[in-house]
């Protein structure tokens, strides 16, 4: 497959959280935050709630506040348990557009997650590895979990780590690929 042809896949909506439960009897709901800090999730303020990225509305003006772990909100006009059962389970998303924007040189994990990663030997001949199918954060440096495809070489599955200059050798987001330093029989 020739690097020129990859299309970028991700979808532009972030699901961010979930409403999980009820919190007491007053139309309060608790909120299983997915964002890396707990409460971040309040700092976005166009929320949408549905099933899913194709089928949701905006969400209602709301009161919020934090409570251990979770957070806890209250849409307008649910003052019972019964008018708030309505957004039991539904999922909330924001706009990727609502995210901080980044420096140049780093990446949401989203926008690397569907990308096809491949290898340029030295005749100049690209050698796709595989999409980076999800990643794993170990500590010492953030690993790709790259699964095969169609036009991959082989149906391997590989473990890439986020070596920049090293083993990451460029990343084009629009063009929806990586371009790694890494051995294709490993």
Known sequence: MNINQVMPLNDPWLKVGQVISFYGVRGWLKICDWSETTGS?????NWFLGET???????????????GQYVLVRFDHCLSRDQASVYLKQHVFIHENCLPTLSPGDYYWRQLEKMQVFYVDQQAHSVCLGIVDRILETGANDVLMISSTQESLDDRERLIPWI???????????????????????
């Open 41 to 45: 999730i309040l700092n976005y303020h």
């Open 53 to 67: 990225s194709k089928h949701f509305k905006p969400a209602p003006h709301m009161e919020s506040r934090m409570h």
């Open 164 to 186: 920049e200059n090293k083993v990451i050798c460029s990343v084009d987001i629009k063009a929806g690929h990586i371009i790694v330093n890494w051995d294709p029989s490993f």
